[in-house]
C-alpha cells in the first residue's frame, strides 16, 4: 500500500511532529488575528472620530432645525396653527418623516414659537449701558418644565384668548443681569409680560437651552450707528399654549422644530448616509415631506451635513498613511508564512524525496501535505480571526473574516507549494548557494520582469505624486516595491563583495576571518526571501518612525506658535511685582522675562502691528531657546539722544513700512523707531506683524509716563523644560489679586490639546502596533533564517573542534558569519527606507495627522520628512539581534557537544 494513502498516516504524522504543528498553529493564529484585526482597528477608530467630531461640535451645529415664519402659516384661523396641539401633532409627523441613521434625541428636541424680531423694553428701571434699552426676544417653547428647576415663583401659565397681559419666566442669569423678580412688569410695545418665576436650567450646556442660547442666558450687543452703543439681549420664556398671542406683537414670529442628532449610535459606515439624509431634509424629498406637514414655506437647515463632510476629508487624508503600514505589515507576515512552509520542506526533503522516489505523485504529494497543513493552520485561523471579533472593537465583519481566511490558505499552501517547487522533478542533491547557484534563464526573466515592473511602478508613483494625484493601492505599496528592488539588486550584488574581501583574508594567517567570509558566501539561494522580509519591515519601520517623528514635530511647532514658550502668563492690565518675583522662583523654570504687548492700528488701513517691548538680554536668551527668530541683544541697544530706536520687525511689517522711520502710537506716547533686522517670528508674537523694541529705551524716552503702574509688562514668557505646570499655577493664585484675571498657558497643555482626537489617536496607535508588529514578523524571519542553516553550523563547530579549535574561536566564526548578512540587511533597509521616504515624502499630507480640523495643502502643510533616528535604529538593531542569535546558537552548540561527551565516558 502507498505510504500517502495509507490509513492513519495523517495522524501519525502530527503527533510525531507536534512541535512544528502547534509552531505553524501559533503563527498562523497570530498572523489571522492581526490581518482580522487590522480593518475592525481602522473602522474603530473612524468611529470614535465621527461621533467625537458630531459629540464635541457646538450644539447649535449638530441638530437639524425646522422653521416656519408667519407669511407661510396657511388657513382660515391663523392661530390654530400656532396652538400647543397643532405643534405637537406636527413634531409626530415630523420624526416619523426622519429615517435611520438620521437619528434624533426626543429628550433634548424643543419645539414652540419664538419672535424673529427682537422687542424694545420701555421700562426705566431696566439697565442701560450707553443709554439703549434691552431688547427682548419671546419663546413659547416645549418642555419647559423637564429641562429648569424653579428657584423662586412658578412656571407661567398660558394667558386666556384676547388677553394683553403673558406670563414669563427668565433665567436667574437673565434675572441677575435685568435685575428681574418674581412678579414684576414689563411693558414691550403694547404688549404686557408679567415674570411668574426663575428658573434655573438643569443642563445649560445641553442641546435644549443651546438651540437658543438667549434663553438660558443674555448677552451683550452693540447698535450699529457711529458710535457704537451698548446694549442687552435677553429672552423670556412663556407658556407653550401663549404661541397665538404672539401673532399680535411686531416680532414677527415663526414656528419651529428643534431636533438633536443622536452620534451614539453612528458608525463610519452611516456617515454617507446619514448626509445624504440630511440633505434631503434640506433640499430634497424629506423637505417636501416636512412642507406637507409644517407649512408650504418650510425651511431645514443643519450643519450636520458639513461636519460630516470635514471628518470625511480628515478620514480621506490619514487613510493612505495607514495603507502603507497595512501593506507593508501584510507583505512582511505573508513572506513569513512561506519561509515557515519552505523551513519545514527542507527539514522533510529527504523524506520526501524518498517518497518520490518510490512512486508518489506530485499531486498526490502536495495534497497530502496541504491536508496536513490544512487540519492546523485552518482552525489557527478561525481562532484567530473569532478573537479579533471578540477584542478589538469594529463593524467590518466580513472584511475581518476574509483577511484570517486569506492568511488560513496561505499558512495551509505554503508547504505544498513548496514541496512541489523543489521535488518537481526527483534529481541527487547538489550544491545550492549564492555563490555556486546558476540561476536559469527563466529566473533571470523573471527577476528582471518583476525588477522593470517595480522600477516602472515607483516612476510612474513618482510622477502621480509630484503632480498632485490621488493616492492609491500604488502609493500604499511604494515602500514594498521599493523593497523588491533592492532585494532583487543586493541579491545579484551580494557575492562580489564577499569574494573581493575574502582574498585578502587568504592570506592571513587565521582560519576564522576567511572560512567566516567564504561561508557568508554561499548563503542559501533562497536567502531572497528573508532578505526582503527585513528590507519591508526596516522600510516600513523607517516610513512609519519618520511619520511618527514627523507627526511630533508638527505638534510641537504649533504648540510653541500658540504659547510662543513654555508657557505664558498673560493679563489686560501689568502684572504684580510679587507675581513677577514669585513666577521666577518656579522650579523648573530658566527664565522669565517680563515684556509688554500693545496692539497698534497702522495708518496704512492694514492689519494692527504688535509693539513689543522687553529687555534685549533676557528676551534674546529667550528667542535663542525657544527658536523663534533668535537675534543678538546688541541690536536692540539703546542709541541715545533723539535718534530713532532700533527695532526687531517682522518681514511684513518690513514690506509695509521700509527701512524708514516710523511714529507709533502706543498708550503711554509717541515712539520713533527705525527697523534694525528683520525676523519671521518672535516669542511674544509668533507669526503675527511685530516690532520688538528695548524697554530701556523706552523708560528713557518716556520716563514718566511708562514707569507709571498702568504700563508696566502685561505677559510673561517662561523658558525651561522641566517647568511645573502644578507650581505656577499655584504660584499665578496665591500672588494674583481678585481684580486681575490672570490667564495661563503651557505648551505641554497646547499640545496634548492637538493630540487628543480620537481619529488622529486611533490612527496612530494602530499605525504604531503595525510597525511593531512588522518588526515582530522580521525578528521571525530573521530567526527562521538562522534556524535553516542551524544544523549544518552546529555540524561544522563539531567538526572544527575535534580538530582543536577552542570554543572564542567558534563563536567569532558564528559571529564574523553572521554579520555580512545582518549588514547587507540593515544598509539596505536604510537605503530602501531612504529612497521610500524620499518617494513619498511630496505627496504625503500629514497635516490632518498631526493638528486636529487643519486642512492640507496650504503654507502650512506638514510633510514627511526623513528622520534620521527612524532610518538607523531599526537597522542597527537588526545587525545587534543577528549577532545576539549566533552567539546564542553557538553557546547552546558548544553546550549540547560538551554534555555529549560526559555521557560517551560515563561507564555503562
Not at 77 to 90: E, F, N, S, V
Not at 322 to 347: E, F, K, N, P, S
Request: hydrophobic share 50%.
Amino acid at each position: 500500500m502507498n505510504a500517502l494513502t495509507r490509513p492513519g498516516w495523517l495522524g501519525i504524522r502530527l503527533r510525531s511532529a507536534r512541535a512544528a504543528a502547534l509552531a505553524l498553529g501559533a503563527l498562523v493564529l497570530v498572523t489571522a488575528f492581526l490581518a482580522a484585526a487590522f480593518p475592525r482597528g481602522v473602522t474603530a477608530y473612524e468611529t470614535a472620530g465621527l461621533r467625537d467630531a458630531l459629540g464635541s461640535a457646538p450644539p447649535e451645529q449638530r441638530a437639524v432645525e425646522i422653521s416656519v415664519g408667519r407669511a407661510d402659516v396657511t388657513g382660515a384661523d391663523p392661530a390654530a396653527g400656532y396652538a400647543a396641539a397643532a405643534l405637537d401633532r406636527q413634531d409626530r409627523a415630523i420624526r416619523g418623516l426622519f429615517r435611520a441613521p438620521l437619528r434624533t434625541t426626543p429628550a433634548d428636541a424643543v419645539h414652540g414659537v419664538r419672535t424673529t424680531k427682537p422687542l424694545a423694553a420701555g421700562d426705566s428701571w431696566l439697565p442701560r449701558p450707553d443709554g439703549v434699552g434691552p431688547e427682548l426676544s419671546l419663546y413659547a417653547a416645549s418642555g419647559l418644565g423637564r429641562h429648569a428647576t424653579v428657584t423662586e415663583g412658578r412656571l407661567p401659565r398660558a394667558a386666556a384668548p384676547g388677553s394683553g397681559t403673558l406670563e414669563a419666566a427668565v433665567t436667574t442669569a437673565t434675572a441677575r443681569t435685568l435685575h428681574l423678580r418674581a412678579g414684576r412688569t414689563l411693558h414691550l410695545h403694547g404688549l404686557t409680560v408679567r415674570i411668574s418665576g426663575l428658573l434655573a436650567p438643569r443642563e445649560p450646556d445641553g442641546d435644549y437651552w443651546a438651540a437658543d442660547a438667549l434663553r438660558a442666558a443674555p448677552r451683550r450687543a452693540v447698535t450699529e450707528g457711529v458710535p457704537a452703543q451698548r446694549f442687552w439681549r435677553a429672552g423670556l420664556l412663556l407658556a407653550p399654549g401663549d404661541g397665538p398671542a404672539l401673532l399680535a406683537t411686531d416680532g414677527e414670529p415663526e414656528k419651529f422644530w428643534h431636533y438633536p442628532v443622536d452620534a451614539g449610535a453612528l458608525t463610519t459606515a452611516d456617515a454617507p448616509l446619514l448626509r445624504e439624509r440630511v440633505v434631503s431634509a434640506e433640499h430634497g424629498a424629506t423637505l417636501a415631506g416636512l412642507r406637507a406637514v409644517a407649512g408650504a414655506g418650510a425651511l431645514a437647515d443643519s450643519a450636520v451635513d458639513g461636519l460630516l463632510d470635514g471628518c470625511a476629508r480628515t478620514r480621506a487624508a490619514i487613510a493612505p498613511v495607514i495603507a502603507v503600514a497595512a501593506c507593508g505589515l501584510g507583505t512582511v507576515a505573508g513572506i513569513v508564512l512561506l519561509m515557515a512552509g519552505a523551513l519545514t520542506a527542507d527539514r522533510r526533503r529527504p523524506e520526501l524525496a524518498l517518497l518520490r522516489a518510490r512512486g508518489a505523485s506530485l499531486t498526490g504529494l502536495a495534497g497530502r501535505l496541504a491536508a496536513e497543513t490544512a487540519v492546523v493552520a485552518l482552525p489557527a485561523a478561525a481562532a484567530g480571526g473569532g478573537l479579533a471579533l471578540l477584542l478589538v472593537p469594529g463593524e467590518r465583519v466580513v472584511p475581518a473574516l476574509l483577511a484570517a481566511a486569506g492568511a488560513g490558505l496561505l499558512g495551509t499552501l505554503a508547504l505544498p507549494l513548496r514541496a512541489a517547487a523543489a521535488h518537481r522533478r526527483p534529481r541527487p542533491a547538489a550544491r545550492a548557494d549564492l555563490a555556486g547557484a546558476r540561476p536559469s534563464r527563466r529566473r533571470t526573466v523573471a527577476e528582471l520582469t518583476v525588477l522593470v515592473l517595480a522600477v516602472g511602478a515607483v516612476v510612474a508613483l513618482r510622477r502621480r505624486t509630484t503632480a498632485g494625484g490621488g493616492v492609491d493601492v500604488l502609493v500604499s505599496a511604494a515602500p514594498v516595491l521599493v523593497a523588491v528592488i533592492a532585494a532583487l539588486v543586493l541579491l545579484r550584488l551580494w557575492p562580489l563583495p564577499l569574494r573581493l574581501a575574502a582574498r585578502p583574508a587568504a592570506r592571513t594567517c587565521g582560519l576564522t576571518g576567511f572560512l567566516a567570509l567564504a561561508r557568508a558566501g554561499r548563503a542559501p539561494a533562497t536567502a531572497g526571501l528573508p532578505l526582503l522580509a527585513l528590507l519591508v519591515a526596516l522600510t516600513t519601520a523607517s516610513f512609519g518612525g519618520s511619520v511618527l517623528a514627523g507627526v511630533a514635530t508638527a505638534r510641537d511647532r504649533a504648540a510653541l506658535t500658540a504659547v510662543g514658550a513654555e508657557a505664558r502668563i498673560s493679563a489686560e492690565r501689568p502684572l504684580p511685582a510679587a507675581l513677577q518675583h514669585a513666577v521666577a522662583r518656579v522650579p523648573g523654570v530658566e527664565d522669565a522675562v517680563p515684556l509688554r504687548i500693545s496692539a497698534l492700528t497702522a495708518d496704512d488701513g492694514g492689519p494692527p502691528l504688535y509693539l513689543v517691548i522687553a529687555e534685549p538680554e533676557a528676551y534674546a536668551r529667550l528667542a535663542r531657546a525657544m527658536g523663534l527668530g533668535a537675534f543678538p541683544a546688541a541690536d536692540l541697544a539703546d542709541p541715545g539722544g533723539d535718534r530713532p530706536l532700533p527695532a526687531i520687525v517682522s518681514p511684513r511689517v518690513r514690506t509695509r513700512f521700509g527701512d524708514a522711520p516710523m511714529a507709533l502710537q502706543p498708550e503711554f506716547g509717541q515712539l520713533v523707531v527705525r527697523p534694525r533686522a528683520v525676523r519671521a517670528d518672535t516669542p511674544a508674537q509668533p507669526g503675527g506683524d511685530f516690532v520688538l523694541i528695548n524697554a530701556r529705551s523706552v523708560a528713557r524716552v518716556h520716563p514718566d509716563t511708562y514707569a507709571e503702574a498702568d504700563n508696566g509688562p502685561t505677559t510673561m514668557l517662561l523658558s525651561g523644560r522641566g517647568l511645573d505646570a502644578g507650581a505656577l499655577r499655584a504660584a499665578v493664585r496665591a500672588h494674583t489679586p481678585a481684580s486681575l484675571a490672570v490667564q495661563v498657558s503651557l505648551r505641554s497643555a497646547e499640545r496634548a490639546e492637538l493630540a487628543d482626537s480620537p481619529l488622529q489617536q486611533g490612527a496612530e496607535r494602530l499605525y504604531t502596533a503595525a510597525v511593531v508588529a512588522g518588526a515582530g514578523f522580521a525578528l521571525l524571519a530573521l530567526l527562521l533564517s538562522l534556524l535553516r542553516t542551524a544544523p549544518e553550523r552546529t555540524r561544522l563547530l563539531a567538526g572544527l573542534r575535534t580538530m582543536g579549535l577552542p570554543p572564542g574561536r567558534g563563536r567569532r566564526l558564528m559571529v564574523l558569519e553572521a554579520l555580512p548578512p545582518a549588514l547587507l540587511a540593515a544598509v539596505g533597509g536604510v537605503l530602501a527606507g531612504a529612497a521610500a521616504i524620499r518617494l513619498l515624502g511630496p505627496g504625503t499630507d500629514l497635516t490632518p495627522l498631526a493638528l486636529p480640523g487643519a486642512a492640507g495643502g496650504g503654507p502650512g502643510t506638514v510633510r514627511l520628512q526623513t528622520d534620521p533616528a527612524s532610518l538607523l535604529l531599526p537597522s542597527a538593531g537588526v545587525v545587534v539581534l543577528a549577532l545576539a542569535v549566533a552567539l546564542v546558537q553557538a553557546w547552546v552548540g558548544e553546550r549540547r557537544r560538551e554534555s555529549t561527551e560526559l555521557r560517551a565516558g560515563d561507564p555503562s
